[in-house]
C-alpha cells in the first residue's frame, strides 16, 4: 500500500508518519518511509539547494523542475519496487504537494503542473491520502516555536502563500477520492486514531 501524508507546514505529518509507522510493523507488516524531497543520494542532494535560503532568487519554474526531478528518481529508485515488493510506503509529501505549493503557492498554469506530475510520476499514484488540516494561523504560531535559523526557503513564505497552498489542498480533496482530510487541530492520538481506522477500512475494501 502506498500512503502519503500532505498539509501546510507545521500541520503534524512528520509526526504521524512516525506513528503510523510503527503502528504497521507491530501488526508485522513491512514498512519503508519516504521524505520529499529527497529519499535518494540524488534527490538529498536537490533538495539541499530547494531548501536553502540563499536561493531566495529561485525562479517558480526552476522550483516546479527540481522538485518534480527529486520525485522522478525516488519513484522509479525506491518507491515502486518497495511496493511491487509488498512492502508499506508512507511517503511524508508526494505531488499532490507540487500542486498546492507550486500550483495554487506560487500561481503556476495547473494544466502545466499536471503535465509535470505526470511525468514524474507515471502511474505510481497514492493508494491514499492524508491530509493533515489546521488553519494558516495556528501553522504560523506553531512555526514561532521554531528556531528562525531552522527554517528553510519555502517555511519562510508568507501567510498569503500558505492560504493559497491550504484552499490547493481543500480544492484537491473534495476532487480526489483518495484523499482524508484530517483534523490536525485535535490531539495526536486522536488523529493517529483516525488515521488507523481509514487505513483498516481500505485494508478490508481491498481483501474483498
Known amino acids: 500500500m ?24 507491530n501488526k508485522n507488516k513491512k514498512v ?16 539541499e539547494i530547494l531548501l ?8 517558480m519554474e526552476a522550483e516546479i523542475f527540481l522538485f518534480s526531478a527529486c520525485r522522478a528518481q525516488l519513484v522509479r529508485e525506491k518507491i515502486r519496487h518497495y511496493l511491487e515488493k509488498g512492502i508499506y510506503v508512507i511517503s511524508d509529501r508526494f505531488h499532490d504537494s507540487t500542486t498546492a505549493y507550486q500550483g495554487f503557492g506560487r500561481g503556476l498554469p495547473l494544466e502545466s503542473v499536471e503535465h509535470i506530475n505526470q511525468l514524474a510520476i507515471g502511474n505510481t499514484i497514492p493508494d491514499i491520502t492524508f491530509f493533515i488540516d489546521i488553519p494558516v494561523e495556528e501553522g504560523e504560531k506553531r512555526k514561532k516555536l521554531k528556531d528562525n535559523n531552522h527554517l528553510d526557503r519555502i517555511e519562510v513564505s508568507d ?25 490536525g ?9 483516525c488515521i488507523v481506522k481509514e487505513i483498516a477500512l481500505l485494508e478490508k475494501k481491498e481483501l474483498v
Do not use: C, W
Request: charged share 35%; hydrophobic share 35%.
Open 2 to 25: 502506498f500512503i502519503t501524508f500532505e498539509g501546510i507546514d507545521f500541520s503534524g505529518k512528520s509526526t504521524q508518519v512516525e506513528l503510523l509507522r510503527s503502528y504497521l510493523i
Open 32 to 47: 519503508e518511509i519516504i521524505r520529499e524531497p529527497g529519499g535518494t543520494e540524488i534527490s538529498e542532494k536537490v533538495r
Open 52 to 59: 536553502d535560503r540563499k536561493h531566495n532568487n529561485m525562479f
Open 159 to 183: 501567510l498569503e502563500f500558505f492560504h493559497r497552498v491550504r484552499e490547493g489542498y481543500l480544492f484537491m480533496a473534495k476532487k480526489e477520492k483518495r484523499f482524508r482530510i484530517i483534523n
Open 185 to 193: 487541530i485535535d490531539k495526536i492520538e486522536e488523529i493517529h486514531k
